[in-house]
């Protein structure tokens, strides 16, 4: 258990310190923004898909180091998948995030087959204040995916009370 820690923590302060796709996608087909008023993390998603992979994607905003991290691994685990593994792989990281499945059972084990490195954030669960931290790219990831990609129209999540992701499905989680 204190190696997992320790990883958790070095993961999160390498992905801070040097967070992977920080910056926008210059030809972005779907974007989206998050805010999660507790702590104030304020991110912005950008995405370019074609043919229903993700070519392309960055993100960018001001966060804790909790949310940053999360964003940096979320954009490097679903740049190249199809939009179909990329929902897969939100359902899946919620889930975990949030306790409704756990790394530790067997059988539930083999449900997070594609969690892979993401699996630093399992102990997050125990932690509610920052259960939203972490979160809030992956839900703004699926609204970006939601988004109507015209224009200036932004698909905007919010952890604020009747918008709160922790209470809003996706997918089966």
């Given amino acids: 258990m204190a190696n997992l820690k320790a ?15 920080y910056g926008a996608v210059e030809r972005a087909s779907h974007h989206a923004e998050g805010h999660n008023p507790l702590c104030g993390d304020h991110l912005s998603i950008t995405l370019e898909i074609a043919d229903e992979n993700i070519q392309n994607i960055a993100f ?3 966060s804790c180091a909790i949310c940053k991290a999360s964003a940096s691994m979320m954009t490097v685990a679903v740049k190249g998948k199809s939009r179909a593994d990329a929902e897969i792989l939100i359902e899946e990281f919620l889930a975990m995030v949030t306790g409704k499945l756990d790394l530790n059972i067997p059988d539930q084990k083999e449900k997070l087959a594609h969690i892979g490195r993401l699996a630093v954030f399992a102990g997050v669960h125990d932690l509610p204040t ?19 990609p015209q224009g200036d129209n932004v698909e905007r999540v919010s952890t604020e009370a009747d918008n709160d992701p922790m209470h809003l499905p996706v997918g089966n989680a």
Avoid: M
Avoid at 7 to 21: A, C, G, S, T
Avoid at 132 to 145: G, N, V
């Fill in 7 to 21: 990883l958790y923590q070095e993961v999160i302060l390498d992905h801070n310190k040097k967070p992977r796709n």
């Fill in 60 to 62: 960018n905003g001001e």
């Fill in 130 to 148: 920052r259960v939203k931290c972490a979160i809030l790219p992956w839900h703004t990831l699926h609204a970006a995916f939601t988004s109507v």
